[in-house]
Nanobody
Framework: QVRLMESGGGLVQSGGSLRLSCTTS????????IGWFRQVPGKEREGISC?????????WYAGSVRGRFSVSRASAKGTAFLQMNSLKPEDTGIYYC??????????????????????WGPGTQVTVSE
């Protein structure tokens, strides 16, 4: 069974950092891209980043987080990471990781759309205080 599980969320002050982990099981990790999304109540799920497989090496970031957030993977552990620096109150939300439906590549034309991911973790809360 394909599973993803986020961890590492919490409460942090503005300007601080957090690293989220996405632990996966049930599939060959290196055969899939991994996306990161966040959601706040009353708003649509927002694409934060998409990380292609290691052999492709192309990652995408939303403009709101580019230069502050970065993604990486530990293939031997089947785990993806989202490093978040210089956090702002507007980064508050529930953060989700998800598996790219079509495999290794994250494409510019669709990476930020939730429709292109087939399996999601339950999410982890990130709260950034003033």
């Amino acid at each position: 069974q394909v599973r993803l599980m986020e961890s590492g969320g919490g409460l942090v002050q503005s300007g601080g950092s957090l690293r989220l982990s996405c632990t996966t099981s049930g599939f060959t990790f290196d055969d899939y891209g991994i996306g990161w999304f966040r959601q706040v109540p009353g708003k649509e799920r927002e694409g934060i980043s998409c990380m292609s497989s290691s052999d492709i090496g192309i990652n995408w970031y939303a403009g709101s987080v580019r230069g502050r957030f970065s993604v990486s993977r530990a293939s031997a552990k089947g785990t993806a990471f989202l490093q978040m620096n210089s956090l702002k109150p507007e980064d508050t939300g529930i953060y989700y990781c998800a598996r790219v439906t079509t495999g290794r590549a994250c494409e510019r034309s669709w990476w930020s759309s939730p429709d292109h991911y087939d399996t999601w973790g339950p999410g982890t809360q990130v709260t950034v205080s003033e």
